[in-house]
């Protein structure tokens, strides 16, 4: 089956830094989609992603849907310390409404003690 | 408007006895969904539905069976709990297919022993 790959698996920021994540294939995705999971609670969308080479940005997020369709990254300005939770990517390979995401393993960003 | 709720919030079970989780969401939603998350695996999908009285299979729906009698709600059963089913198990609903947003509960964590 399809796999995503995401690195880091886990990262430790310090408040104000700008950290980048991403998310491989060894597919083609026709949609790229990233979620937050705070601690406890279930994922929340961030971002969605629809054509390749998009651009998109929520707030201090930006995520990219790379040319190849095979990768992702997610951006993160000037942490602050509610960002730290896990990040999952997630693609979709036809834009039908019965198909299915399938999920990266997840990025843990946390608190640089 | 409470979103997506599930039951119960925590459970142990003993190997071989069953239970059923119950999923409920007040947004009219069409499609529902249970997700089962496992560490450093992401979310894989156990079942689906994209109607009152219709279900389907997911990514791992082995020891799993689930029914959608009413469209606010999504039950997830398992009739002989092994413990491979060890896991967080999260429901979620979206108005369209797959990639409208999908608004997950908060989880349950499930202990077979």
């Known amino acids: 089956g399809q796999q995503l790959n995401q690195s880091p698996q886990s990262m430790f920021i310090q408040e104000g830094e700008d950290v980048s994540m991403n998310c491989t294939s060894s597919?083609?995705?026709?949609?790229w989609l990233w979620y937050k999971q705070d601690p406890g609670e279930g994922p929340v969308l961030l971002i969605a992603?629809?054509?390749?080479?998009e651009l998109t940005s929520n707030g201090r997020l930006t995520a990219q849907f790379g040319i190849t369709r095979k990768d992702s990254f997610l951006n993160i300005s000037a942490s602050i310390p509610s960002d730290v939770g896990i990040y999952f990517c997630a693609g979709q390979l036809h834009r039908a409404a019965g198909n299915k995401l399938t999920f990266g393993g997840g990025t843990r960003v946390l608190v640089k003690p | 408007n409470a979103g997506v709720t599930q039951t119960p919030k925590f459970r142990v079970l003993k190997t071989g006895q069953s239970m059923t989780l119950l999923c409920a969401q007040d947004m009219n939603h069409e499609y529902m969904y249970w997700y089962r998350q496992d560490p450093g695996m992401g979310l894989r999908l156990i079942h689906y539905?994209?109607?009152?009285?219709?279900?389907a299979k997911g990514e791992v729906p082995d020891g799993y069976n689930v029914s959608r009698l009413k469209k606010q709600n999504f039950l997830l059963g398992l009739e002989s709990a092994a413990p491979s089913q060890t896991s967080v198990y999260f429901c979620?609903?979206?108005?369209?297919?797959?990639?409208?947003?999908?608004?997950f509960g908060p989880g349950t964590r499930l202990t077979v022993l």
């Open positions: 539905s994209v109607g009152e009285g219709t279900t």
């Open positions: 597919s083609i995705f026709n949609t």
């Open positions: 979620a609903s979206s108005l369209g297919g797959f990639t409208d947003t999908q608004y």
């Open positions: 992603l629809y054509k390749a080479g």
